[in-house]
Structures are given as C-alpha cells and as structure tokens.
C-alpha cells in the first residue's frame, strides 16, 4: 500500500504515518549493480497542512545490500534520512495530485532516497580493494646469463625503413 495521506484527515489536527513500504511498492530503478534493496523502506513521518500545501516531516530508513566497489565484498548498509522535510504545494506548476482527497507521498520519498543512494559504496572507508599481483617486469632466472636489453621484436621492427 503506498504511503498516502487523506487530506480530511488533516482539517482537524495533524497525521501521524508509521510504517514500512515494500521495496515492490517503492519501486525504485537504481540502475547500480552494486546496490540492492531487498528489505521494506521503514517510515515515520508526521503531515500537517499550512495554508498552500502540505509540509511532511519524519524520518526514513531503508536497508540496502551493497557490494563494494573496490574489494567486491557484500555488506549490509542502511539509508537513513533522519530530518525528511518535504514541502507539497496544491497550486502552481509543482502542484501535488491529488486523487480521492489523498496524496501519495511515495514518489516524493522515492525521489529522495535514490538522491542519498551512495554513490560509491565501499564496505569501509580503509578498503584497499582486491589484491593484486605485481605489476612490470618479472625475474626470470633461468641460468642461461645476461639478456641482451630489447626484445627480438624490436629488433625485426627496427629493420624496417619506411
């Protein structure tokens, strides 16, 4: 059920929403495939009405099964957006839809946490990434005495004239 708010509801005090969202109904499109949500988006918000709009105040939170991008390892990271405030006018050109007396706080939710996804998630901030072999010339010994410096490909490309 999407997180929605009855505006008769409001005319007489302010609304108090708790809750969880699933990550179905958030339907979020990170495009990132090393963040996934797996896990209900938990709210607690408190809407008011003043005299344009609606003011939405509260905190979210929603868990996300990350992989870092430096060492590939999966982690466990929670979004939290602690101080939500969203201002919704009811006239102009951001004018919000009102459908049945309700507003539908989801895509504005929606729109903020992919704002705070983490750019590039790393399972902490001292990763050093993968291992990695040494890179450049490796010792070869093989008995046979010094090497002559250059390859023998370069000396057949040498020998060409243009």
């Known amino acids: ?91 102009g050109e951001d004018a919000v839809p009102v459908v049945s007396d309700c507003v539908d706080l989801t895509p504005y939710a929606r729109e903020d946490i992919l704002l705070e996804f983490p750019q590039h998630p790393l399972c902490e901030p001292e990763c050093h990434g993968l291992l990695r072999s040494p890179v450049g010339k490796t010792k070869h010994t093989s008995g046979k005495g010094p090497t002559e410096p250059g390859s023998p490909a370069w000396k057949e490309l040498d020998k060409l004239k243009f």
């Open 1 to 91: 059920m999407p997180l929605l708010v009855n505006l008769r509801h409001l005319e007489a005090h302010n609304v108090h929403l708790e809750g969880q969202l699933s990550a179905a109904e958030l339907d979020l499109d990170s495009r990132d495939e090393m963040i996934h949500v797996t896990e209900p988006l938990s709210y607690d918000v408190e809407a008011q009405q003043v005299e344009d709009g609606l003011l939405v105040q509260g905190r979210l939170c929603l868990p996300l099964e990350c992989q870092c991008v430096r060492c590939l390892k999966s982690f466990a990271c929670d979004l939290k957006i602690n101080s939500w405030t969203r201002h919704l006018p009811f006239q």
